[in-house]
């Protein structure tokens, strides 16, 4: 939840997310107040994240945070290219 937050707060991906955030009237205060993150609309972005955390792959898939591959092996982000609101 913490790399999606800082993502949304200050990755040039996200630039388009705080846009429409703005936009829709939330204040950058209320977006850290509740956690508000931001997945980039690429393949295997949290993965490398986890990787540099020495987050496990399998602990992604049974959070369900990524999907195992059907076609070839390996897993992908299931979130791409969105806002996240954590609950």
């Known amino acids: ?3 999606f937050r800082e993502c949304l707060a ?3 991906e996200a630039a388009a997310a705080r846009k429409y955030l703005s ?3 939330l ?3 209320l977006l850290e107040r509740f956690g508000v993150g931001y ?3 690429s393949w295997d ?3 490398r994240q986890a990787s540099t955390a020495g987050i496990q792959v399998a602990t992604l898939e049974r959070a369900g945070l990524v999907i195992r591959r059907e076609d070839r092996p390996g897993h992908y982000d ?3 290219g969105r806002v996240l ?3």
Do not use: K, M, T
Request: hydrophobic share 40%; net charge positive.
């Open 1 to 3: 939840a913490a790399r």
């Open 10 to 12: 200050g990755s040039p």
């Open 23 to 25: 936009g829709r009237g």
């Open 27 to 29: 204040a950058e205060s």
């Open 39 to 41: 997945a980039p609309d």
């Open 45 to 47: 972005w949290l993965l």
């Open 78 to 80: 299931r979130y791409r």
């Open 85 to 87: 609101f954590p609950i």
